[in-house]
């Protein structure tokens, strides 16, 4: 079992820079791929990034490609999306999602967090 607990979101401009928490507690997380899901309103859950239980392979949407950046610290149990030049349609709940394995760039995740909000204005 992993419980996740997704931080900082919140609301800013266009252009601007956020950066998302999810800490973990469970004996599995260090052996877990993670994964930020998010789902805008009147929208399906949507894939986002993925990082392997080591940090060494990671997976993105096309959407957000040289934007963001996904990062994880096992010893601290988080892991953290790093987000850049932020886009209006970039608002949506942030999930933060966990399994076991491999990385899958899909919303096939086990384990999910609450969400954070994230909202971006022009």
């Known amino acids: 079992q992993v419980q996740l607990v997704e931080s900082g979101g919140g609301s800013v401009q266009a252009g601007t820079s956020l950066r998302l928490s999810c800490t973990a507690s469970g004996r599995t997380f260090r052996s877990s791929a993670v994964a930020w899901v998010r789902q805008a309103p009147g929208k399906e859950r949507e894939f986002v990034a993925a990082i392997n239980w080591s940090g060494g392979s990671t997976n993105y949407a096309d959407s957000v490609k040289g934007r963001f950046t996904i990062s994880r610290n096992n010893a601290k149990k988080t892991v953290s999306l790093q987000m850049n030049s932020l886009k209006p349609e970039d608002t949506a709940v942030y999930y933060c999602?966990?399994?076991?394995?491999?990385?899958?760039?899909?919303?096939?995740?086990?384990?999910w967090g609450r969400g954070t909000q994230v909202t971006v204005s022009s």
């Open positions: 999602a966990a399994k076991s394995g491999d990385i899958t760039a899909t919303i096939q995740y086990d384990f």
